[in-house]
């Protein structure tokens, strides 16, 4: 679901719980289903790595991964994949807005 860049800025940009009209939820309701946002953002954010990524690159991702460098793990991404940035904000406002729309139905 390829989305323009105004697309992007949009659903970066919006608030989702009140797009979900779900602003009233307590705090900690509210970082539950962030936490699972953040579950499906990871997945689809390693699915889409393994696509730019060479299987040998794999053990130091995983070791960066162990050791919670995670500066170090967005520098080697972003020297892999020279967009990453770009990929990553699209993934979120994806979901996003996939999260947004289903609640329309």
């Known amino acids: 679901m390829a989305l323009s860049k105004e697309e992007i800025k949009k659903y970066l940009e919006a608030d989702l719980f009140e ?16 936490s699972k946002l953040a579950d499906v953002v990871y997945l689809r954010m390693v699915n889409t790595l393994m696509g730019f990524l060479d299987e040998e690159d794999l053990p130091l991702l995983e070791d960066m991964m162990k050791r919670n460098a995670y500066d170090e793990f967005n520098k080697y991404i972003q020297e892999k994949v020279p967009n990453w940035e770009e990929i990553l904000s699209e993934i979120i406002a994806e979901e996003k807005k996939r999260l947004i729309e289903f609640s329309k139905i």
Request: charged share 30%.
């Open 19 to 34: 797009e979900l009209k779900l602003d009233n939820l307590p705090l900690e309701t509210k970082a539950a289903i962030l």
